[in-house]
Nanobody, 123 residues
Framework: QVQPVESGGGLVQAGGSLRLSCAAS????????MGWFRQAPGKEREFVAA????????YYADSVKGRFTISRDNAKNTVYLQMNSLKPEDTAVYYC????????????????WGQGTQVTVSS
């Protein structure tokens, strides 16, 4: 079972950039897809981006397309989320999780959620 640990969050001004990392333990990491989600206060957890096991396919929410890039390094058991042109509405706790099947866009398709990392974008 993959157990992710997120890092890289912080406070940044609008227009700035951050790179989040998700280090995952587990021997099966290189054979499973991974996803990033976020949850703002008072809102439901929402899909941000996902990547297939080999990195050949990526998926993005419309709200981040063109600004965020998901990638992975299977040798390091790590998934990254490069976030550029950040906006105040990107403020949330960001989580990564392991894809278990179904649609990449749905929370229920994932397991092994990490503790999250806070991203705050000031205007």
């Amino acid at each position: 079972q993959v157990q992710p640990v997120e890092s890289g969050g912080g406070l940044v001004q609008a227009g700035g950039s951050l790179r989040l990392s998700c280090a995952a333990s587990g021997r099966t990491f290189s054979s499973i897809g991974m996803g990033w989600f976020r949850q703002a206060p008072g809102k439901e957890r929402e899909f941000v981006a996902a990547i297939s096991w080999g990195g050949g396919s990526t998926y993005y929410a419309d709200s981040v397309k063109g600004r965020f890039t998901i990638s992975r390094d299977n040798a390091k058991n790590t998934v990254y989320l490069q976030m550029n042109s950040l906006k105040p509405e990107d403020t949330a706790v960001y989580y990564c999780a392991a894809f278990t099947g179904g649609s990449y866009y749905y929370t229920k398709s994932y397991s092994g959620w990490g503790q999250g990392t806070q991203v705050t974008v000031s205007s």
